[in-house]
Nanobody
Framework: QVQLVESGGGSVQAGGSLRLSCAAS????????MGWFRQAPGKEREGVAR???????NYVDSVKGRFTVSQDKPKNTLYLQMDNLEPDDTARYYC????????????????????WGQGTQVTVSS
């Protein structure tokens, strides 16, 4: 049973940066796909970024050039570096794992992922 625990959220002003971490307990066999999602109050959960076993990444258009997803395999940890944050980035951020390769379609969908963390809150003030 893989458990995911997010950390690193907080409150920042617009233009600031945060780095989220997602620590996985238990071994995740290759191939896999890991992703970051977010959910703002009153809105549906939105896919933000994903990374494949071999390090290929995809991002939702709204964060391209500002967010970077990465992984540290020996530490079993997923990261999301968020720079130049905007108030619209305010949401609860979740990491998720898919126990198979990333889908060929680029859209990040909740239904494509198998296990989820509890999330960490990010608040960006103007």
């Amino acid at each position: 049973q893989v458990q995911l625990v997010e950390s690193g959220g907080g409150s920042v002003q617009a233009g600031g940066s945060l780095r989220l971490s997602c620590a996985a307990s238990g071994y995740i066999y290759s191939p896999y796909c890991m992703g970051w999602f977010r959910q703002a109050p009153g809105k549906e959960r939105e896919g933000v970024a994903r990374i494949s076993t071999d390090g290929r990444t995809n991002y939702v258009d709204s964060v391209k050039g500002r967010f970077t997803v990465s992984q540290d395999k020996p530490k079993n940890t997923l990261y999301l570096q968020m720079d130049n944050l905007e108030p619209d980035d305010t949401a609860r951020y979740y990491c998720a794992v898919r126990f198979s390769s990333c889908p060929w379609w680029l859209l990040l969908r909740e239904a494509d992922f198998d296990s989820w963390g509890q999330g960490t809150q990010v608040t960006v003030s103007s």
